[in-house]
Structures are given as C-alpha cells and as structure tokens.
C-alpha cells in the first residue's frame, strides 16, 4: 500500500523558516516517480507550489515562491523536502506531497494527508 507522509508543518512568524518533509512507503520504485508539493488556503484552489524530477537533477517552482522554497529529495530514504524559508503570511496554506509516476507516464498518482503551515505574528 503506497503512503505519503508528511510532516514539519506549524506556526511560524513572518521571516521565519521550516521545513517539510514527506515519507513515502510500500513503492516498488520510488526512483521512478517525480515529487511535487502543493498548497491550498482557505477558499481557495489548490496549487502548485514546488517539483523534482525523478532523477532530482531538475526542480521548478511557482513564482510566487522561487528563490525562497528549495525542494529536494534523497532517493535512498524515500523522501522529499521542502525547506521554506522568508516566510510571508501569503504562505499559510495545507501543504499536500504528491507523487506521480513512473517517469512522466503518470499512470500511477499518489497524494499526502497534508500539513498545516501557519505565518503569523
């Protein structure tokens, strides 16, 4: 059974930083699949935020993060990160792990439980 865990969420001020983590269990090749990371605020869409590529040697992100976000993944533990730093208000959200596979095929679609991000003074 494939799982995405995440965790690293919390309350944080203005400027501050963290950094998310999602756990992935039961692939059979999580080499094989790119990561992204999503958000949704309250009322409004879900979006993309962040992504790497299975090989983890491509990353892109949103606008609205770039050069404040750093996403990356270390195969051999089944996880991926996203470290936030420069946090802005504008940032709280759920933060969803997503992962789609194998290579761009995407047949195979798999999505976390989420964690809260809060930026407040």
């Known amino acids: 059974q494939v799982q995405l865990v995440e965790s690293g969420g919390g309350l944080v001020q203005p400027g501050g930083s963290l950094r998310l983590t999602c756990e992935a269990s039961?692939?059979?090749?999580?080499?094989?699949?790119?990561m992204k990371w999503y958000r949704q605020a309250p009322g409004k869409e879900r979006e993309f935020v962040a992504a790497?590529?299975?090989?983890?040697?491509?990353?892109r992100y949103a606008d609205s993060v770039q050069g404040r976000f750093t996403i990356s993944r270390d195969t051999a533990k089944r996880t991926v990160s996203l470290q936030m730093d420069s946090l802005k208000p504008e940032d709280t959200a759920v933060y969803y792990c997503?992962?789609?596979?194998?290579?761009?095929?995407?047949?195979?679609?798999?999505w976390g439980q989420g964690t809260q991000v809060t930026v407040s003074s």
């Open positions: 997503n992962a789609a596979g194998p290579y761009s095929y995407n047949t195979h679609i798999y």
């Open positions: 790497i590529i299975h090989t983890g040697h491509i990353t």
């Open positions: 039961g692939f059979t090749s999580f080499s094989m699949f790119n």
